[in-house]
């Protein structure tokens, strides 16, 4: 039977547009419906959810990136014959080494951000002296699984299938700007966005797309992102993409006095300059530095 071109490319599989519409449409419907069961279980054996509330986000991300994970897996399955462990989330492969050399990644290009801002004379920072211990150790808890879990979501969402389909069609870079800008449009509606912080979310997304290409592995992507909010907002005290309700009592505190092209203002050092010099320094790290072999495109 002839198949299409426009839908089959010449090794008689769909082509990675029509793979990434499948695995958006089957994450979308199953979002849905799994979500609200979710929801509703929780609701009914834990009490009322609060959208936005700690709970709320870290039962969001596990049922999300379980999805994501799941789908991305099937669609790799039957559309293109890999095995699970070409998604890059398998306890193999060093998974645990490349976690923490995200993670250590992750907190040191924060701390690159800071320190531009406290260069340029627009940020400075004490330590929380006024708030107990306790407090603040509970916020380092809960903050951690809070920011995993949303690391872990829009890792394997955004770096997941959907970009990888169209790494192992020749397409990384086109694949990449794509997500970075819908990574960085899904941010729009957050508290005090602005141009900046759009622009810098989006080359975020560049930042977590090198690190995939450098690793083929989304534990080493999820430490970076998890340990740049973490740090951010746990330790640092700023606002994380402009949000304020998940740390309840950091370690330091923030004095911002701007400008805000530069510190980001109320929407935090990610909506300014500061940040965007520390994730082109990252980014060539990443690129430059040894980071391990990464699994062959012809494996998978």
Request: net charge positive; aromatic share 12%; charged share 10%.
């Amino acid at each position: 039977m002839h198949k299409p071109k426009i839908l089959f490319g010449g090794d008689g599989k769909l082509r990675s547009g029509c793979r990434f519409a499948i695995f958006l449409a089957l994450f979308i419907f199953s979002y849905i419906m799994f979500g609200s069961v979710a929801a509703l279980i929780a609701a009914v054996t834990v009490g009322p959810i609060v959208p936005g509330s700690a709970f709320f986000l870290t039962l969001n991300g596990i049922v999300s990136t379980t999805l994501a994970l799941v789908i991305g897996w099937l669609c790799g399955k039957y559309l293109e014959n890999l095995p699970f462990e070409a998604m890059g989330a398998s306890f193999k492969n060093n998974w645990i080494v490349n976690l923490l050399i995200g993670l250590v990644g992750g907190a040191v290009t924060f701390a690159i951000g800071a320190g531009v801002g406290i260069l340029g004379g627009g940020l400075s920072f004490s330590f929380n002296s006024g708030a107990p211990a306790g407090s603040i150790a509970s916020t380092l808890l809960i903050s951690f699984l809070v920011f995993a879990a949303a690391a872990a979501f829009e890792e394997a969402l955004f770096r997941g299938y959907m970009l990888q389909t169209f790494v192992r069609s020749g397409l990384a870079w086109p694949a990449i700007i794509a997500t970075s800008l819908l990574f960085g449009a899904v941010h729009l509606g957050n508290p005090n966005a602005n141009w900046i912080s759009s622009a810098n979310t989006a080359l975020a997304g560049i930042w977590f797309g090198v690190a995939y290409l450098k690793t083929r592995d989304l534990w080493f992507v999820t430490g970076l992102h998890l340990a740049w909010n973490w740090t951010q907002g746990a330790i640092f005290g700023v606002e994380v993409s402009g949000l304020t309700d998940i740390v309840k009592q950091s370690v330091l505190r923030e004095t911002d006095s701007g400008p805000t092209w530069l510190t980001g203002g109320d929407y935090g050092i990610e909506g300014g300059v500061a940040t965007t010099i520390a994730l082109i320094a990252s980014i060539v790290a990443i690129k430059f530095i040894p980071l391990g072999k990464p699994q062959s495109d012809k494996q998978f």
